[in-house]
């Protein structure tokens, strides 16, 4: 047999692996950031973004197979159905443990994913359901390094934009501001008239909504398998570690660069490529345990 | 009355306990692990337990008087978790018999705590070929396939037929790298070449990265040496990134009838490689997928779920004839004595070095349009007899052979 090593890898080469580390940190960056919103204003450590994100991918593949409703709609239509059942969640599960110690939450939605999980591995089994590329995104250019798929390229753009767009919300708008103001003081932020249960709901909803945002944009790359959320989520939870729990823009770039840097792992040592996160993990731990973009608490 | 009911049943307890008092504990227990949740709980898995229930209920094991019960459980693809519950369910729980096994790495653990206790392990979704090879033992008959003939199978045809140049997307455990040796193996005894390979983890989800490095490796044949969930978004990631439309082809080494119905015959059609069972190839496996299908949500039975019922068939057929299930390995023995006869992989023998001989059908996914439904997927292009479609036992560099 040849033996064969691929350390002296030409720059074209890496080129392509870093554009593919940036597709799929848009994923990492997507669920990344909800999560961060939701423990940024809700300090809820929230395990069901997995599940929830495969219940978006799930959504938009009933919606297809059932109704004959596409790819398009359901970018739309699946973020609104998973975000009024995270909605649901909060408000008759997490509402609950307000004022508690995180471990509650955490063990909670926790449960949470592993019943959700537990009934779609059931009904659908574990290979996971074909979800087809919407004709209008088939094909792909060649840039001269790489072939690049269409709706790889679709992906991060629209990632890029949900991302900047939450950040853009949160940090400077007045409804923004309100959310802020509410995670440091809800009392006062209720004396001034705003319905900060109502706003706690609402924003627990768009962060998983967001996370089934991904859902449907992962669908036609991924099978739809009631397994892809349980196998992304500890990943994501390392971006957000690294990043800084409840930094926005921290989970936003963390994401990105993660991505990256596991698509560069892909090809030094690709033995090692689902390793590498946790090992950077570890390392910011120890050198600046608040996280990358994270303040001192 | 309460009494009179409670000692008719303690005289039928000490009846059924008389007419089994050969076996240990007058039960004959049978253990199926697996992967019951993950990549492979589909071709294995939940499925795997209904086929076991259905050789017991077929061989009649009530009628005949022994009593048999099954237990399962989830290995989760890790040899320490595997070998876990093995041991517990041996040295506990009193199981005889262990059946399945897919995942080489958890296999080869449950192999050696099988040969120490001197059980009996019935492999079927394990494929490394060394389990029948140098890590052979007198208590284990693996059934189902191997890594050698699935090589044997699908790398022959395609090296014949002009692909003599070979890049591998490997996963990164026993059972990929055995796959990919063998068919190295074959590659270059037919004149072909391996470029490289590519080690990937078990359970990976995107294999974007990996598809590019084939692609710059420029070899004919793209050669997938993984199984389940990682072959299905291999597959999917080459058509997304245009490998066939470059003109490399791949070759799917070891893929599932759950795996084409998972991937859709529009991705799926044109594949080529072996298989050990087909459920459409003759009325009696036709008869016994229906059954199978209404027990177990509709889905046709994997080569792996069909090898599981005819291993367990063929260990309860020694058992009657043996009358004793303690010692294991003279349970193999009695195995490898009687010669094989099932409804699904017709008649068969097992060799010395535990490895079951049958026929291996080298087989092409159907186009949409010729596809009459769900599961109407395979054309058979050739059936590889017995003799010629696993290892010649004194290749296998097995003790129990030269010894």
Known sequence: MVSFTVFGVPSQALFGQ???GLINGSFYAMLSLGLAVIFGLLNIVNFAHGALYMTGAFVAWFLLQHLGIGYW??????????????????????????????????????????IIQGLFRNEFGSSGQPYQIPDEL????????????NYRAWVVVASLIVCLGTWFIIERTKLGAYLRAATENATLVQAFGINVPRMITLTYGFGVALAAFAGVLAAPIYQVNPNMGADLIIVVFAVVVIGGMGSIMGSIVTGFMLGVIEGLTKVFYPEASNTMIFVIMAFVLLVRPQGLFGRTM | MNMIR????????????????????????????????????DISGPGALVAARMAVEDFGAAAKGMKVEIVGADHQNKPDVGAAIVRQWIDADKVDAIVDVPTSSVAFAVND??????????????????LTGPRCSPNTVHWTYDTWALAN???????????????????DYAFGHALERDTAAVVTANGGKVLGQVRHPLNTADFSSFLLQAQASKAKIVGLANAGGDTTNSIKAAAEFGLVSGGQNLAGLL???????????????????????????????????????AAHRGNMPSMIQAGVYASVFHYLKALEALKADGNGKAVVDQMKAMPTDDPLFGKGTI???????????????????????????????????????????????CPLVSG
């Open chain 2, 255 to 293: 893929v599932f009838i759950n795996d084409v119905h998972a991937l859709g015959l529009r991705t799926a059609q044109g594949l080529i490689f072996t298989e050990s069972f087909y459920w459409d190839r003759n009325d009696a496996s036709r008869a016994f997928a229906r059954r199978f299908a």
């Open chain 2, 351 to 397: 060799r010395k070095d535990g490895r079951k001989i049958h026929d291996m059908y080298l087989v092409e996914v159907k186009k949409p349009a010729e596809s009459k439904g769900p599961w109407d997927y395979y054309k058979i292009r050739a059936t590889i007899p017995a003799a010629e479609a696993f290892r010649p036992m004194d290749k296998g560099g």
């Open chain 2, 113 to 130: 705590i099988v040969r120490e206790k001197n059980k009996v392990l019935l492999i079927s979704g394990a494929a490394a070929s060394d």
């Open chain 1, 138 to 149: 088939r094909g792909g250019n060649n840039l001269g390094f790489m072939f690049l798929p």
């Open chain 1, 73 to 114: 709609y359901a970018l739309i239509l699946a973020p609104i159905v998973v975000g009024l059942l995270g909605a649901a969640i909060e408000r008759f599960m997490l509402k609950r443990l307000h004022g508690l110690d995180h471990l509650y939450g955490l063990l909670l939605t926790f449960g949470l994913a592993l």
């Open chain 2, 153 to 171: 199978g699908t790398g022959n045809a395609i090296v014949k037929t002009g692909g003599d140049s070979w890049f591998f997307l490997t996963a």
């Open chain 2, 6 to 41: 409670l000692l008719g049943a303690s005289a039928l307890i000490a009846l059924a306990g008389a007419a089994n008092a050969q076996f240990t504990d007058g039960v004959i227990k049978l253990g199926v692990i697996n992967d019951m949740s993950s990549l492979y709980a």
């Open chain 1, 18 to 20: 870093l554009l593919l």
